[in-house]
Structures are given as C-alpha cells and as structure tokens.
C-alpha cells in the first residue's frame, strides 16, 4: 500500500516515533531549535506556501479556518523581513486592504493567525494606532486600509499588498482598481490575496489575469488546528450543499447572469428529509448521442412528488442526481434501472430526439417489463425549462443534498441558452422529471375542468 505523501516537515514530525522524534530536536543547535517555531516553511501546509515563478497576484482560495490569515501574515512577514533584525527585506512599503479598518487591525494585525502573533520577539512590529501602521525594526512599514474608501488608496504607493477577503468587499472593484494604481514601487510589486470564494466579478477578474496565480484548499486541510465539534456541525448542517462547497470546500461557484436559477435560490428551498410518501416517484434519462469518452454525460434524475389536493398544492423533492459520464448505452441503461430500484420509482422518462426507438430498446432488452415512457423535445431546452424554474419560484420543488454538479448546471441555465460546458444533460432530465410529475397532470386537470364547466 502506498503511504500517503506527506504535507509539511511538521507532518513528517508528527508522523516519526518518538526515537526519531527527539533525536531530530536533539540534533538542532540551540539557536535553531529556539527558531524553529517561527520557521513558517517547516509548518506551513502546501497552499500556505507562494507558487514559484513569476506572477504579480497569489490568490489563496480556501474555505473557512483553511489557515489563509496565518498564510497572508508569513506572506507579509516574508517580504518585509531581511536576514537580521535591522537588515532590509525585499519589501519597504506594504498595504494592508481589508474589508473595514476594524477587520484590518483585528484580524490581519492583531488576531490569532495575525501579523504579530507571527512575528518573533526581534522582529515584532510596533503598532501606531494613530497613523494606523505597523513599522519593523528595520524600518519596513504597513499601512492600513478599508476598503470602504478606496479613495484612501490614491496617493500612497507600495512595494507589496495584503488583500483579505476581496470576496465579501462592497466597493470591490473600486477599491481593487485604486490598489493596482497604487501598487508601483520596487522592480517587482506582488500582492496576496486571502479569500472564501464568492461569484462576484473582482475575484473573477483576478483569477482570469494572466499574472495570476492560485492555491487552494478545503476548511478540512487545517483540521489540526480546529476543533473537532465545530468541522463536525458545519459538516452536519452544510455538507453537500452549494454553501458548503463554496464555504467548507473552498470552490467557487458561479452563477450566470440572468440564470433561470441561483444558489441563493436554491439553497432557500433546500429539503433535509424528504416527506414519509410520495405519490410518485419517476427516473428521467437524457442519453447521451454516442457512447464513446467524447460525448456528453448521460443524464439520470429521481424526483419524487406529492399530487395530493389541488394543483397548486403539489410540491416535488429532487432525491438523486445518477447521471454517469460518457458511456456505451448498456452502462446508462443499468444505472437508470439502479436509480428506479433504489427509489421504489414507477416509471422511467427517456428523451428519444436523438437516439429514436433505440432508447427504449436498449432499456427493455435490460428489463423487458419496466414501464417506461419516451418523451421527443419539440421546444428549445430553455423554453422547456422555463416553467419548471418557475415551480422553483413558487416553492414548489425542494432538493435534497449531496446534487452538486446539477446545480451547477442549473445556475449556468439562462434565457440565452446553457452557458456551460458541454450540454446540461443533467438539466434535461431534471426538467423532464418535474414535467411528468407537476406539469403534464396539472394541465390534464385543468382540460377536465374546462370540459366539466362546457356541460
């Protein structure tokens, strides 16, 4: 079995026995083992650490307690810093932009992962509060900013910035702007940039700049340093959701503008247990056109309704995404019958524009029994999901965890076309299933009802 390769030289500590253990900190000089502390690189986990080469902005892309502030503070120490106490560092004029002043100085300066919780005793910077900076004893300074008045940025020029949480910043791209203005003194100005992932267009921005470069990493990566209650309740309550992959996992995600459907949205509707019964319970498979590793995903949903009462009553939960990746038709078929016996569901929906009555046929000579019903698009993917998004509007479909790449899709669905890779196969068969469920009945229902009133 392979061993695991190992994060840090603190892993590697950690990992050897105690023999080994203290005959490497018996092996150090007395001066070493006292630095040995505040040697970032020997404790620093790999997306902690600046990439090689030559870039202008390390965005640090992690999910919450990742270890991004003490990463941003080393960063800053890094620079600032020269061989000796007095000697120069490769950096003289540092900014320091946060979100407020107040997050600046308690977060970036004074907090736990902070500036001087960082720094060593003959190193340590003095705080002037009323100058709002922090000077080294070699003369280094940091200056601190809000970006709430990016107009504050015009005037000063640095050498290097500490960016943090660029993300959740109000004024983002004016403050951003102002800071790239500002960034122009030495041969090499860089920043960092610490951040919990949003879908706002400063980040977005910076992370397409060819002189970008990124490390990433999920809350999970720092566990040692979190308590264990906490990564368990917030994995509880978030896990499998978009907000979990955004504030746990660290991942961006984007929705498009003007999509039919958002990760606010559809986090609001999120369902924790779905209901005791359903009235039905329907696959819906959107095949892909061929078989082989090129073509597209084969889309396989389970959503079950409840069609009790009125129309305007029914609610539907969205229980499975079993899609599977590009596949010979027997291999779909199969996880499309998996689907329908893992859910009790009673019938299976198939698109049949592209492959005809071969759909059908490949399913049945699988399960020649299994009830099955084919579905030809006559409209355009977007006129067909406009009033299933509508349904989602209306709070009347809910889904359950754990379906992070359909809503993916979902959010990049918009009234111009699908504006994501490939085609939304998992969309297709989510709209199909909530039209055989909520949509086809109902306007059955109100066809029998105008009949009845005629006489």
Request: some cysteine.
């Amino acid at each position: 079995m392979t061993k695991p390769a190992l994060k840090s030289g603190a892993d590697w500590l950690a990992c050897a026995s105690t023999e080994v253990q203290a005959a490497f900190l018996e092996g150090l000089e007395d001066e070493t083992l006292l630095a040995l502390p505040w040697l970032f690189e020997f404790w620093a986990l790999p997306h902690q650490l600046p990439p090689e080469g030559d870039w202008r902005s390390w965005v640090i892309l992690g999910g919450r307690g990742a270890g991004k502030t003490r990463a941003g503070a080393e960063w800053v120490r890094a620079e600032v810093e020269g061989a000796r106490p007095g000697d120069p560092g490769r950096a003289r004029r540092v900014a320091l932009v946060g979100e407020t002043l107040d997050q600046v100085r308690e977060v970036m300066v004074f907090g736990d992962s902070g500036i001087l919780a960082c720094s060593p005793p003959d190193r340590r910077p003095t705080w002037e509060a009323t100058r709002r900076r922090l000077v080294w004893p070699n003369g280094a300074v940091a200056q601190a900013f809000s970006a709430h008045e990016p107009e504050s940025l015009r005037g000063p020029q640095f050498d290097a910035a500490w960016v943090d949480e660029l993300a959740k910043w109000k004024r983002a791209e004016e403050a951003w702007d102002m800071l790239q203005f500002a960034l122009r003194l030495g041969d090499d100005p860089r920043q960092v940039i610490t951040t919990t992932p949003r879908n706002v267009g400063a980040l977005k921005t910076v992370l397409a700049n060819p002189s970008t470069v990124m490390t990433h990493a999920p809350t999970d990566a720092n566990r040692a340093n979190l308590a264990a209650s906490f990564l368990d309740e917030v994995r509880a309550r978030y896990g499998g959701t978009r907000l979990g992959r955004q504030e746990l996992e660290g991942i961006l995600i984007e929705d498009s503008e003007g999509a039919l459907w958002t990760s606010s949205g559809l986090e609001a509707g999120r369902c924790e247990a779905p209901p005791a019964a359903f009235s039905r319970v329907v696959v819906a498979v959107d095949p892909p056109v061929t078989g082989h590793a090129g073509s597209d995903e084969c889309g396989i949903v389970v959503v079950g309704a409840v069609t009790e009462g009125p129309a305007s009553a029914w609610r539907a939960v969205v229980l499975e995404d079993a899609s599977v990746a590009a596949a010979k038709p027997g291999v779909w078929a199969e996880a499309a019958l998996a689907a329908m016996a893992r859910h009790g569901a009673d019938r299976l929906i198939a698109e049949v524009n592209q492959g005809g009555d071969l759909v059908a046929e490949v399913i049945r000579q699988i399960d020649p029994l299994v009830p099955i019903r084919t579905v030809h698009a006559s409209r355009g993917k977007v006129a067909r999901a406009e009033p299933v998004a509508a349904l989602y509007e209306q709070g009347r479909v809910a889904h359950l965890r754990g379906l992070p790449e359909l809503e993916d899709q979902m959010c990049r669905m918009t009234m111009r076309g699908y504006e994501g890779k490939g085609s939304p196969d998992r969309v297709d068969a989510l709209v199909w299933a909530i039209h055989e469920l909520l949509i086809a009945p109902a306007r059955h229902d109100g066809r029998r009802a105008r009949l009845r009133a005629l006489g």
